[in-house]
């Protein structure tokens, strides 16, 4: 089966952004299949992401989540990525020719509030890095892939995803005649 450019959904986002949960539900609504990157990492490594980051170390693990990204071959799907797939210029431009990235942005709030356990998520922090730095870091990442940013503080998943469903249908892209 050949890819159709265009027709999947990516989100990114940080850890405790919604991208899985969400993903799942904006799939339903949009009648789209649904796959996660954390868990294609997983199952590839037959580890925990944070088994992964504990062995392997931040450079190596991204190199992973970008390799997992890259065998993506996948049509009319949404797809919820880790949270450090932005470190991956060559991936996130492999998505890009999938379809539509949606960023769902976060506050640091909202973060602290959400990430409880930050020992054993698995969240690709460099040593020493603190969740505000990678906060600032990232964003601006998320931002420069994304095509669509949703903000999602005070926002539960159904409300989430009917924004995400209004920006994608708002977002047409042209199609060559």
């Known amino acids: 089966m050949t890819v159709e450019a265009g027709t999947n959904v990516t989100l990114i986002g940080m850890p405790g952004s919604g991208k899985s949960t ?11 299949q649904f796959v996660d990157t954390d868990l294609i990492i997983q199952t590839s490594q037959q580890r925990t992401l944070q088994q992964i980051m504990d062995a392997e170390g931040f450079d190596r693990f991204c190199q992973i989540e970008e390799n997992a990204v890259l065998s993506l071959e996948v049509d009319h799907h949404v797809i919820a990525t880790g949270g450090s797939v932005c470190y991956g210029a060559e991936g996130m431009a492999h998505l890009k020719r999938l379809g539509r990235i949606v960023f769902l942005k976060t506050s640091l709030q909202t973060l602290e509030q959400r990430l409880s356990n930050m020992a054993t998520r698995g969240i690709a922090l460099k040593p020493g890095q603190s969740l505000e730095h990678l906060l600032n870091e990232r964003n601006e990442l998320y931002e420069k892939y994304a095509e669509i940013t949703i903000e999602c503080d005070g926002l539960n998943v159904e409300r989430i995803s009917e924004r995400i469903e209004a920006a994608l249908s708002r977002a047409v892209r042209p199609t060559s005649e």
């Not at 969400?22 to 789209?32: D, H, S, T």
């Open 22 to 32: 969400i993903g799942v539900v904006l799939a339903k609504r949009i009648n789209l």
